[in-house]
């Protein structure tokens, strides 16, 4: 096991908010990443990372498979992103199929480049790339494979990024998810602009890393016909990634305030549908989210949405974050303690 490469500010939030409840929490302290919550009543709860006991079992397996998550809000009428998974050698060979990088080319082409290509069962936008043609598709696949046996080939669709959260029936936040970016200055290269972006990081304490040696960066200003070397003009703005998740740099603008209850309801719907207590519900859209809901797909669904990054961004956002913990704790601690005979 390597050394952690998240922040445990989870784990501290719910050590700080815990004795609100009269619970206790002891964390694992070489890694700390792993604690136990035990409640007034006695019961003992666990969480690691983001993952903390409020969903059942099978509804957060389900989730975190993209293909069979999307599967089952496909049946139940929501608009999911049409897409297939394809296999390493490896797991083809084991299962007896055919259906590995070549399958997966075939089919990128029956769709039309680009595609969005992404571990099956990753999170926190790690792996997930947008091809534009054959051979960046199968080094997506190649570096997928190293995270994941099972790769998600999907169209690509555009819009806007959107994080709903919900608990049991309501939106406890939401906020738009921009990614990766860079301003240019008139002087600064595009590296030490990103090298900029990532002392700003350090500085607010969020822990996510920056790695300009990143093949989807590359890729990225390729596409823009540039380069690390290539100096912006004052004020213009290119984005350097294709997912817009807070792990992988983006930004988070908070839009729970004027989130339309049609999405709302949208976002509880789902979530009880598929059997969650505790969800992050990621959509796309290019329509305004203060009005009704018109056009959108979901994205995928998150059993353990993983709130670090957003409660990073501001005082705001961090007390929004512990008022969820809170509230989770106080609903996990109204559980009762079955009695041993």
Not at 27 to 43: H, M, R, S
Not at 180 to 202: A, C, M, P, Y
Request: charged share 30%.
């Amino acid at each position: 096991m390597k050394k952690k490469e998240t922040s445990p500010l989870i784990g501290d939030i719910i050590k700080k908010i815990a004795p609100r409840i009269g619970a206790s929490v002891l964390i694992e302290p070489e890694w700390g990443i792993a604690g136990q919550i035990t409640f007034k009543n006695g019961l003992k709860s666990y969480f690691r990372f983001n993952s903390i006991g409020i969903n059942t079992l099978g509804a957060a397996e389900i989730s975190k498979d993209k293909d069979y998550a999307n599967f089952f809000m496909r049946k139940m009428g929501y608009p999911t992103i049409p897409g297939k998974t394809f296999y390493s050698k490896a797991h083809c060979e084991s299962l007896g199929v055919k259906r590995g990088m070549r399958e997966a080319c075939l089919y990128a082409k029956k769709i039309g480049f680009p595609v969005i290509a992404k571990p099956n069962s990753g999170s926190q936008g790690k792996g997930v790339h947008l091809a534009r043609g054959d051979k960046e598709l199968r080094s997506a696949l190649a570096s997928i494979f190293k995270l994941d046996k099972v790769a998600l080939v999907q169209e690509v669709v555009r819009g806007d990024d959107y994080r709903i959260v919900v608990l049991d029936d309501r939106v406890i936040s939401a906020y738009r998810r921009i990614p990766l970016n860079v301003i240019g200055d008139g002087t600064s290269t595009i590296l030490h602009l990103l090298k900029k972006k990532q002392r700003e990081f350090i500085a607010a304490s969020r822990d996510t890393r920056l790695n300009p040696s990143d093949p989807r960066i590359r890729n990225k200003l390729r596409s823009l016909h540039l380069n690390l070397r290539s100096v912006l003009p004052q004020g213009e703005k290119i984005f350097l990634l294709d997912n817009a998740n807070l792990s992988s740099g983006g930004d988070a603008v908070d839009v729970t305030n004027i989130l339309h209850p049609g999405y709302k309801k949208v976002a509880v719907r789902l979530t009880q549908d598929m059997g969650l207590r505790l969800c992050g519900v990621d959509l796309m859209t290019e329509e305004d989210i203060a009005k009704p809901p018109g056009q959108y797909r979901i994205i995928e669904i998150n059993s353990a949405p993983g709130l670090d990054h957003y409660a990073q961004k501001g005082r705001a956002q961090r007390r929004i974050v512990e008022q969820l913990y809170e509230e989770v704790l106080r609903s996990m601690s109204e559980t009762k303690r079955v009695k041993r005979k």
